[in-house]
């Protein structure tokens, strides 16, 4: 059940702690990822858009997104991603600290494929990351790698 | 995360004997889910919606939808459900026999949550139930249930 060929992940996330624990954890619980971060919402979609600097940017297979970022918002890039006929395959997974109703329905509505809450403690941080490997990395059938229509 | 909450899950398979599988498996993996099944996609819109005898159905937490399903087949099911302003919020997980780049890729274009493969075997049946109730049902927020759909 383990992905034999390297995984490409899109970590968008602008806390630089919180950036350098799911590093860590990640090369802990597989070491076939790829783990690429944008610090705000316009960088994700320069990098998901191949745009200036991410010309040569891999297509994620999956994108870790955090609501509350700079310049654009968690919830406007999600919007982006599912009205994009060529992003919108791509699972994309809230990883928030935010627990508010409102936040959760929001995320399903606008599409988002899951909803994860973002624990504070090490350990949780650590369990959490393993249980996205295991399930969304080595149980679930991601797309293939390529530009759908 | 760990809520007791007793969670309503649809499930939508026409082979009675995956029906059975998937019950058992439930009751080990997860004492607090109700698991409501429909055998094709017209009884499943129907639960939904609310119609017919199932004038009463609970709104489920969770579905899992198979593809291959008699009188309206499960993409268009998915269809159906992701289009409907009330009904596009509930985590949709395909859970099929196909591992068909095409199945794959369709039902992540329809806006699937994630998609799964049904194991041939009975003990990796129950291995792949218990992966859906620990991230599911223990790891991921779920949109808040609502009075009215």
């Not at chain 2, 291959?68 to 919020?89: S, T, W, Y």
């Not at chain 2, 509930?90 to 890729?105: G, R």
Request: glycine share 4%.
């Amino acid at each position: 059940m383990k992905p034999i060929f390297p995984t490409t992940l899109l970590l968008v996330e602008d806390s630089p702690g919180d950036v350098r624990l799911t590093q860590e954890a990640f090369r802990e619980a597989n070491q076939a990822v790829r783990l690429h971060v944008a610090w705000d919402g316009a960088e994700a979609m320069a990098f998901l858009n191949r745009q200036g600097a991410n010309i040569n940017a891999p297509r994620p297979d999956l994108i870790l997104l955090d609501l509350n970022l700079p310049k654009m918002d968690g919830r406007q890039v999600l919007a982006q991603i599912k009205e994009d006929a060529n992003l919108k395959t791509i699972p994309t997974v809230i990883l928030t600290t935010s627990v508010a109703e409102a936040d959760i329905d929001k995320s399903y509505r606008l599409q988002a494929n899951c909803y994860l809450n973002k624990p504070v403690e090490l350990e949780a941080f650590e369990a959490l990351v393993k249980s996205i490997n295991d399930f969304w990395l080595t149980r679930v059938k991601l797309p293939q790698q390529r530009p759908v229509g | 995360m760990t809520e007791q909450r007793i969670k309503t899950l649809l499930l939508v398979e026409d082979n009675a004997g995956d029906v059975r599988l998937t019950q058992e498996a439930f009751r080990t993996a997860n004492k607090s889910v109700h698991l409501h099944a429909a055998s094709d996609g017209v009884e499943a819109i129907s639960f939904l919606r609310r119609t017919g005898k199932h004038a009463n159905a609970p709104r489920p937490d969770l579905i899992l939808l198979d593809l291959n399903l008699p009188r309206m087949g499960g993409h268009e099911v998915l269809a159906f459900i992701k289009k409907d302003q009330g009904l596009k919020v509930i985590p949709t997980v395909v859970l099929s026999c196909s591992d068909a780049e095409a199945d794959i890729v369709k039902s992540y274009q329809l806006q699937a949550n994630c998609y799964l493969t049904k194991p041939g075997l009975l003990d990796a049946f129950d291995t792949v139930v218990k992966g859906i109730s620990d991230f599911w049902l223990t790891r991921a927020e779920l949109p808040p249930q609502r009075v009215t759909a």
